[in-house]
C-alpha cells in the first residue's frame, strides 16, 4: 500500500487503510497491539478496522501510534480518520509529490529551499518555453516564493537564487 492514492482512486478511510495495511502485512489486531506497545488495546483495533463509523475522532496520541504502528504518515492517517466519521478530505497532491520518497520531510530547511530552488527553476524554464496561451494560467503563482518559506537573504548558508537576464 503506498501512503498516497492513485489520481483516479477512492481516499481511503481509516478502516480501509489499517485493513489493507494488515492484509500486505499478514497482521493480526493482536500484532498491532504488540507493535503499538498496548498504547491502544486489541479491541481499539478491532474497533478501528471494523468499519463501523467511528462516534468521535481519534485522539491526537492515538493518531501517531496508528501511523507509527502502519507505518505510513501521520497526514495519510489523519485524512483517514476524517473521512471515517463523513469528512470531504481530499487531498490536493501533484504527481511530483507522490513521487517523493517518504522521509522528504526530515530534510534539513537549506536542503529543502536548495532542492525548492532547482525545481522552481526548471519549471520557470519549462513554462517559458511553453507557448503563452498554455501557461497563462501558471504565470504569478506556481513559480513565486511563498513568503514564510523563502531563505532569509542574511542567512549566509542559504541557497542563492540567480535572477535569469
Given amino acids: 500500500m503506498t501512503d498516497s492514492q492513485g489520481p483516479g482512486d477512492p481516499a481511503p478511510t481509516l478502516q480501509q487503510l489499517l485493513r489493507a495495511r494488515m492484509d500486505e502485512r499478514g497482521w493480526s489486531y493482536t500484532d498491532l ?25 481519534p485522539d491526537p496520541s492515538s493518531l501517531v501510534v496508528i501511523a507509527q504502528v502502519l507505518e505510513v504518515d501521520i497526514t495519510t492517517v489523519v485524512l483517514a480518520a476524517a473521512r471515517s466519521v463523513g469528512l470531504d478530505a481530499r487531498t490536493r497532491d501533484s504527481e511530483l509529490s507522490r513521487l517523493l520518497p517518504s522521509g522528504t520531510e526530515r530534510l534539513s530547511d537549506r536542503t529543502r529551499d536548495a532542492l525548492l530552488a532547482t525545481i522552481r527553476a526548471a519549471v520557470a524554464d519549462a513554462v517559458e518555453r511553453e507557448p503563452a496561451a498554455e501557461n497563462e494560467h501558471v504565470r504569478g503563482r506556481a513559480l513565486e516564493w511563498p513568503k514564510a518559506a523563502a531563505p532569509s537573504r542574511r542567512d549566509p548558508d542559504a541557497p542563492v537564487r540567480h535572477e535569469r537576464a
Avoid at 491502544?40 to 463501523?52: E, H, N, V
Wanted: glycine share 12%.
Fill in 33 to 57: 497491539e504488540r507493535r503499538s506497545d498496548r498504547a491502544l488495546s486489541r479491541g481499539r483495533w478491532q474497533q478501528l478496522g471494523a468499519g463501523a463509523p467511528p462516534r468521535k475522532f
